[in-house]
């Protein structure tokens, strides 16, 4: 019956979808990311790559991407006709575009996108990447050095020390220009179609939780001649067969979000149109250190709880994972940065020298008990020599842990989440670890993580630009998206122990556990950032990446490809690494 029931909903998801696609008439693209509905549709706020993906068609940067000649995606002025940079790396002069307009037909000056940058920077936003900002000089005032006349459509932006990046940043989404005089703080403005004013290709017309945001056409975007569709629909569904169920009617033309448990059908029924993007991204687990993972017998130091974490994704079999749950194309994960990722020295950081390389053994067979890995073999003995009480050996296969606390594990069902989970919850089960696993809506569970209110996540996180310090910032103490809580203080999380309540902003950390995490780990990124010397900057970024991997708060599973379905009849759509969808220049037969 439950399933005659959800077969009829998806269906008359379906028809509500066609009935809506066609009454927008022209060229029009409808698609599903996944991931439901956004939990900011505001630049500056959003931190997600759903949410990214649908800001890029309203907002642009002073940068961005188009096809070269090669058909191939390449940086480009976007917003700005032309740049210069100083010979020392620290000046970056902009001019901007002649008849600059907002989607509502008003003039963009230099000063409001001066002002926009502002906000994003400011405190009082508060945003998860305000520290981005940071790479800019600031005046005495505390404001950005940066200087604009706006007669001249100049827009210069002074650095305190060269950063090899800016340029990925000016067509970032957190750089994007926003109208501050439309914009309040909490992001409510950005689900109005009539104050959801940007510069991008494509203006909102609706805005729906968990339905539909509606974008037409902008005939103000500064290149709208070359723009050849009438409109973007984006669906929001965290239901897989929904999404799929979808595509395959025809009502969409693109999807992400696919079960893999579809993929062998999919690519007999649909040759060519079921593909595995590479993407530079990292599939984890992460725990929140003040989490006091101690058996009733025996209090364990801050220290052993990062041994103990650690050993819970080594129990994790990675080629299992990839090979029979997810099966796109993943590679296993051998530490946090993914493959491919450069940091101004190597193009391939886990390939390089110098770089730590863990979960060796992932799908090794011990010597001590071939049923098990030598990962896990060591994770259990790691865990057996911290005091964890057990029955039975690891020679006998039989070995159970009787007094692990349980875990509370919350995960969103997108893709393989659910699969994933299941397999990890599994492994533990194995052990006689427990993992109360939640089911949670994606905002929901960003907005429990932000607050510190999770023991346990299942979380992925995409490159932004090709540079390791996307990866290294994501963990410092000021950012939003550090939800081990790493250097951060317990927010509201309430289940933590006299042991653990000062676990995040405690002297804890470093090769010596005797460190904040501000001194052991932020002063590290600070260098990588400022390194002018390329095997220097290497040899930080390498260290960095060791001081997380030791903390145990962050397991990584599997480095990402993105499944997504494209119809045959949609041409020019710019797909980056990074993971970034770009429909500007797209078109439909």
Not at 142 to 151: F, M, T
Not at 232 to 254: G, K, R
Not at 357 to 383: C, F, H, I, R
Not at 502 to 526: C, F, M, P, Q, R
């Amino acid at each position: 019956m439950k399933k005659i029931v959800a077969l009829v909903l998806a269906l008359a998801m379906v028809l509500s979808l066609a009935s809506f696609a066609q009454a927008e008439g022209g060229k029009v693209i409808s698609l599903f990311l996944g991931g439901g509905t956004p939990l900011s549709m505001d630049p500056a706020l959003n931190s997600a790559s759903a949410g990214s993906n649908i800001i890029r068609s309203a907002f642009a940067g002073l940068t961005g991407f188009q096809y070269d000649a090669n058909g191939n995606p390449q940086m480009a002025p976007e917003l700005a006709e032309s740049y210069e940079v100083s010979e020392d790396g620290l000046t970056y002069s902009f001019v901007l575009r002649e008849g600059l307009k907002w989607s509502d037909g008003t003039d963009c000056t230099a000063s409001q996108i001066k002002a926009s940058w502002e906000r994003a920077a400011s405190a009082e936003l508060g945003a998860d990447y305000g520290f981005l900002y940071d790479v800019i000089s600031r005046n005495d005032d505390g404001s950005l050095a940066i200087d604009v006349d706006d007669a001249a459509r100049t827009f210069v932006v002074h650095l305190p020390q060269p950063c090899a990046y800016f340029l990925d940043l000016c067509a970032f989404v957190p750089f994007y220009p926003v109208r501050v005089d439309l914009a309040d703080n909490e992001g409510i403005w950005a689900t109005n179609p009539e104050t959801y004013v940007g510069l991008g290709a494509f203006k909102m017309t609706k805005y729906a939780v968990d339905d539909v945001i509606v974008f037409e056409k902008n005939p103000y975007y500064w290149n709208a001649d070359a723009v050849k569709l009438d409109g973007l629909n984006f669906y929001l569904s965290e239901d897989n067969t929904a999404i799929l169920t979808a595509y395959e009617n025809n009502t969409v033309q693109y999807i992400q979000s696919i079960s893999s448990s579809e993929f062998e059908r999919l690519n007999s029924t649909y040759p060519g149109e079921l593909e595995f993007y590479p993407t530079q991204g990292t599939y984890y687990i992460l725990f929140n250190v003040h989490k006091d993972l101690s058996p009733e017998a025996k209090q364990l130091t801050v220290q052993e709880q990062s041994k103990a974490r650690f050993a819970l994704g080594q129990l994790i079999n990675r080629y299992e994972v990839v090979t029979y749950v997810t099966k796109g194309g993943e590679v296993q994960a051998t530490g946090f940065f993914p493959k491919g990722l450069a940091d101004g020295l190597n193009s391939d950081v886990r390939s390089a020298e110098g770089y730590g390389v863990w979960y060796e053994g992932t799908n090794e067979p011990s010597d001590v008990n071939p049923d098990l890995t030598k990962d896990q073999v060591e994770a259990l003995q790691t865990l057996i020599d911290l005091g964890y009480p057990c029955t039975g050996t690891i020679e006998g296969g039989d070995l159970q842990f009787t007094d692990f606390p349980s875990i509370e594990f919350a995960f969103n069902n997108s893709g393989n989440n659910a699969a994933i989970i299941q397999y990890v919850q599994e492994t533990w089960n194995q052990f006689g670890i427990t993992g109360v696993v939640n089911q949670e809506a994606w905002a929901t569970l960003q907005t429990k993580l932000k607050a510190g209110d999770a023991e346990a996540a299942r979380m992925g996180w995409i490159a932004d630009f090709n540079d390791v310090v996307n990866f290294l910032e994501i963990f410092i103490s000021a950012s939003g998206n550090n939800y081990p809580r790493l250097g951060r203080d317990i927010g509201d999380y309430t289940r933590n122990s006299e042991v653990t309540k000062d676990a995040g902003k405690g002297a804890y950390w470093g090769e010596n556990g005797d460190k904040t995490w501000a001194e052991a780990y932020d002063a590290l990124v600070d260098a990588v950032k400022a390194a002018t010397d390329p095997t220097e900057r290497a040899k930080l970024a390498a260290e960095a990446e060791k001081v997380l991997m030791a903390t145990g708060g962050v397991n990584p599973l599997y480095y990402y490809t993105t499944a997504q379905m494209l119809k045959p009849n949609v041409h020019d759509v710019i797909r980056l690494a990074t993971g970034d969808v770009i429909w500007t220049y797209a078109d439909i037969d």
